[in-house]
């Protein structure tokens, strides 16, 4: 089956964080995110993988290569200008001849894509969006289907209380060749604001099935820190970068070096080449490869970026917008 990473944002959510990672690099228990999305569509079979690239576009391609790492085939489309989650894969119309799948790159999920493409073709959908379920949908877009999946509206970001259903749009997507006939050529066009609208005015078969399974998009700074807390606790299984060891919730990545004296305090995740200095303590933290807490320093609830050094004595405490916080105080 071929699937298509959505690769191309900037990932302004992630700022600073990202002003000099593409959104495919940020780590994910010390290991690239898009590792996670291919490691995930290989599990289901998806082999022949195209990714859209912008942003950092060769860190990429060097990161992921030809895809052999996962036994896949990945080709790139790098988007000078970037035209929209729809109109990147309206460029590789050609390719996609039958069923194919498209994710984010930002998407860390255990949803049964197997299942997802069953129910498309049991229901001759030509789009169906996986729905996760979600206690407050006010950061995402919300879903209403009727008794069989058949969707029937969207509601985005509704305010609390005002929710239509508690059904979100996972970005995790299965498609007919046909849904590109309603993607016109060179034009920046979005799935979620011109497609799937689209989609429901013309009356095609257009479907949600609901699965109870992990989802999260990390592409904010306290989902970010959810991803991490829950696969370090155990809610949630993902493979860590290689030579890490995880025990008791904390992630030590390779070749880290964490004083005799230092406090980690889980769930805290210190990333490959990082270092926490005599005295430090490191509190329910990501910390990002390279970085350097120096001796006596204290960070809390928080994200350091790749290289960010704290000076020694300092204090770092962040809380849901810990990425911006940690790294300023680089």
Not at 27 to 48: K, Q, S
Not at 273 to 293: H, L, P, T, Y
Request: glycine share 10%.
């Amino acid at each position: 089956m071929r699937g298509m990473i959505l690769a191309g944002g900037l990932s302004t959510r992630l700022y600073p964080l990202t002003l000099k990672l593409p959104k495919p690099l940020v780590p994910v228990l010390d290991r690239p995110v898009v590792a996670h999305v291919l490691d995930y569509l290989r599990r289901f079979g998806v082999d022949d993988i195209a990714i859209n690239i912008h942003y950092f576009s060769e860190a990429v391609r060097q990161f992921v290569g030809d895809g052999s790492a996962w036994g896949a085939s990945v080709t790139y489309l790098h988007e000078t200008e970037l035209m929209g989650s729809a109109g990147a894969v309206k460029q590789l119309a050609a390719r996609f001849t039958e069923t194919f799948a498209v994710i984010g790159c930002d998407d860390v999920t255990t949803l049964d894509l197997a299942a997802a493409v069953e129910f498309h073709r049991a229901h001759h959908a030509m789009a169906t969006i996986v729905l996760a379920r979600a206690e407050d949908v006010s950061q995402y877009g919300v879903v209403v289907t009727d008794e069989d999946g058949r969707i029937r509206s969207f509601q985005e970001k509704p305010a609390p209380g005002t929710e239509l259903s508690k059904l979100v749009n996972s970005g995790v997507y299965i498609f007919e060749p046909g849904v590109l006939e309603h993607i016109p050529a060179n034009t920046f066009y979005d799935f979620g604001k011109q497609v799937f609208p689209h989609l429901l005015r013309s009356q095609e078969r257009f479907f949600g099935m609901v699965q109870d399974a992990y989802w999260c998009d990390v592409g904010t700074p306290s989902e970010y820190r959810r991803v991490h807390r829950e696969a370090l606790e155990g809610r949630v299984r993902l493979t860590p970068s290689a030579g890490a060891t995880v025990r008791d919730g904390i992630l030590i990545g390779a070749a880290a070096r964490v004083a005799e004296d230092a406090t980690i305090v889980a769930p805290s995740c210190i990333g490959h080449d990082a270092v926490v200095g005599a005295g430090a303590s490191v509190e329910r933290s990501i910390v990002w490869s390279g970085a350097k807490i120096g001796a006596g320093a204290r960070v809390r609830d928080a994200v350091i970026g790749n290289g960010v050094s704290i000076e020694a004595g300092a204090v770092v405490s962040g809380g849901e917008h810990a990425a911006v916080t940690a790294a300023r105080g680089g």
